[in-house]
């Protein structure tokens, strides 16, 4: 339907298309979708027994398998943003190398397959968790929420935060108040995070057309939620401790880890610069990344 | 306010349908034979008494204490949805200045929950009669759309013109939304007869692709579960007939919504929604290939019933859309 763009000229090889659908699946955001939902996994069997390696592996896969399709089909819903976007211009569909019902076909197949694993290897349980967040997030977010209020990424933050529950139901066929700690610790980490993406990136959204906090509420207002954000998220970080589930390893890492995102909301509320909230953006990756990892540790250590 | 309470009430309304076909589906619809009350009582936990009395008259019956607290839930939060309405048209009426809207729309909502409300009654006063039953489901299902519809009026869009081009849209809407109405119908009546095992396989039925049916019988409106109108049982024949009328209506709304949706895509407004029902559409019918090769499992039965409720919501927002384009009534985002 796009053979006329300048860049589909070549006729794409089979290794060339393999790689598009590849491309598609946003195999980055998959794995930390799957990193955060292995350390769910992990976390819910207590140290010292055995890992039950045939539903851990397989609930690995169904999770990484779903995921992409939901990736896809996101790619499917926003490829006119995509095309406005630089940050995502250079994704296949913008492109015209693969078509919207290709890409219909391939999530259908790789999500199918993901929800037979989980249903027939792991538990039926984690099965509808993960159909739920694929449809919360690849329908609910992406189709009504995104392109319809401000509060699009509070809302749908709740399936990005799943993961790590979807690994402790992968685990234990239930879903615990430890897991919905892990959780909450995401749900209110995602506000922070892409807030301060949406900061620096403000004038590109509001191209795309879309109500992100600061093009329809302003960048003061959007940096001291921020700030208001990071202080419930520190907070949450807490609670693993004090419902003892984590020890004092992680407390320490969690509170030091805190600290320094603290700074930067601080900074972005009193003097605020795009170098600032870029760094916070980068940043808050990589505190949710070694706070898991100090859960993880934690865990085995003490 | 008005806004959010519409916002609320939507998404009440898809948990009450839900948790209304996992009572149906769970057999839990006599767990209190009287109504509005349970046992003239306010809750299972008051009428203790005479659900254990029932339940020792008569062991495995309609009545358990889960069964009645499964059927009160449905109650409370049905009841819940009605109070949230009637301030809704309320609201609608003293606010219709300010809204711009016209009240009408929520005044039609307030009658069709009245209505749902007494189809509810007599689901359980008449004893789970088929077509009651049913009816019950449609008008959950109706309580949805106009509430979606309401819910949509309130969100700003971005400007959609049509084109001359796509005048073919808003027929293909309707027809859409007909199709899929009547497939909801359907698959209420498997549901309701207990029909879902009348074809136990895939995909050709007891072997053949027309098997034996009896579709006078089993499309027969006023008659008791699991009876036809004289009185006699229904026999297998007629259960077939019916569940193999929702697997030949499921190919026709597969391949209708399946080549209405990959229009849409081409149509930069509408490709969000064409996505959201491709993937919805994908979902159901594999939901229910399902519910035939795993047996009927309580799980799978309830999520068809969420499913079609989601792919009802999406086609009810398609139409709002295309009907708002054509007459240029909602133009121009907020």
Redesign the interface.
């Known amino acids: 339907m796009n053979q006329s763009l300048p860049l589909g000229q070549h006729r794409p090889g089979l290794l060339n298309r393999v790689r598009q659908f590849y491309a598609l699946t946003k195999p980055r955001v998959v794995s930390l979708i799957v990193f955060c939902a292995v350390i769910g996994m992990l976390l819910a069997v207590p140290a010292g027994v055995a890992l039950p390696l045939v539903p851990l592996f397989a609930a690995t896969v169904g999770i990484a398998l779903v995921a992409g399709a939901a990736a896809a089909i996101n790619c499917l819903v926003e490829q006119k943003i995509d095309a406005v976007m630089a940050r995502t211009r250079g994704r296949p569909l913008p492109l015209g190398e693969v078509n919207s019902i290709e890409t219909l076909v391939f999530a259908s197949i790789v999500g199918g397959i993901g929800l037979w694993l989980l249903n027939n290897w792991v538990n039926p349980l984690t099965m509808w968790l993960t159909l739920a967040t694929f449809v919360g997030y690849a329908v609910i977010y992406t189709v009504i929420l995104k392109p319809a209020t401000p509060q699009n990424i509070v809302i749908g933050g709740a399936s990005g935060a799943m993961p790590p529950v979807l690994g402790w139901s992968a685990m234990t066929d239930s879903v615990t108040p430890d897991a919905l700690l892990l959780f909450l610790i995401i749900f209110a980490w995602t506000p922070p995070h892409f807030w301060a993406l949406a900061l620096y990136r403000t004038e590109e959204y509001a191209k795309a057309g879309l109500p992100m906090l600061p093009v329809t509420h302003g960048e003061k207002f959007t940096r001291l939620q921020v700030l208001l954000y990071t202080i419930i998220m520190v907070a949450s970080t807490l609670l693993p401790f004090v419902y003892r589930m984590s020890g004092w390893i992680y407390l320490v890492s969690a509170v030091l880890l805190g600290a320094v995102f603290m700074y930067y909301a601080v900074r972005i509320f009193v003097s605020y610069s795009d170098k600032l909230a870029r760094t916070t953006f980068r940043y808050s990756i990589l505190y949710l990344s070694l706070l898991f990892a100090a859960l993880l540790v934690d865990h085995y250590l003490a | 306010m008005f806004r959010k309470l519409v916002f609320a009430a939507t998404v009440l309304t898809f948990i009450v349908v839900v948790v209304g076909a996992f009572v149906r589906l769970s057999d839990a619809g006599l767990g209190c034979p009287d109504w509005p009350l349970c046992y003239g009582k306010l809750t299972p936990l008051h009428a203790a008494d005479e659900i254990s009395r029932a339940e020792a008259e008569q062991p495995g019956g309609p009545v358990t204490m889960a069964k009645a607290w499964k059927e009160m839930f449905h109650r409370y939060i049905a009841k819940l949805l009605g109070l949230l309405i009637i301030v809704i048209a309320v609201l609608a009426w003293m606010k219709r200045r300010e809204l711009g809207q016209s009240p009408w729309l929520a005044t039609v909502l307030l009658g069709a929950v009245c209505l749902q409300g007494a189809f509810g009654a007599w689901t359980v006063t008449m004893m789970l009669m088929p077509l009651i039953v049913t009816g019950h489901l449609l008008g959950g299902m109706t309580v949805l759309s106009l509430l979606t519809w309401l819910s949509a009026q309130q969100?700003s869009w971005?400007v959609f013109v049509p084109g001359a081009a796509a005048a073919w849209l808003p027929r293909a809407a309707l027809l859409a939304l007909a199709v899929l109405a009547g497939q909801i119908a359907l698959g209420g009546w498997v549901s309701t007869n207990y029909a879902a095992m009348g074809c136990p396989d895939l995909p050709l039925c007891q072997g053949q692709l027309v098997p034996p049916m009896d579709f006078t019988h089993g499309f027969q409106l006023l008659r008791d579960l699991g009876k036809k109108a004289d009185g006699e049982l229904l026999t297998l024949e007629a259960l077939t007939a019916i569940h193999w009328a929702h697997r030949a209506g499921a190919i026709v709304v597969f391949l209708f919504l399946g080549w209405f949706g990959?229009k849409l895509?081409?149509l930069?407004a509408l490709?969000?929604?064409g996505?959201?029902l491709?993937?919805?559409l994908?979902?159901q019918v594999?939901i229910g290939l399902a519910i035939v090769a795993l047996q009927l499992?309580l799980?799978l039965a309830a999520?068809h019933n969420a499913g079609a409720a989601?792919l009802l919501m999406?086609l009810v927002v398609i139409n709002f859309r295309v009907f708002s384009a054509t007459r240029v009534v909602h133009s121009g985002?907020a």
């Open positions: 969100l971005p990959s895509l081409k930069d490709r969000a929604l996505v959201a491709l993937v919805l994908c979902i594999g499992p799980h999520a989601l999406a985002p």
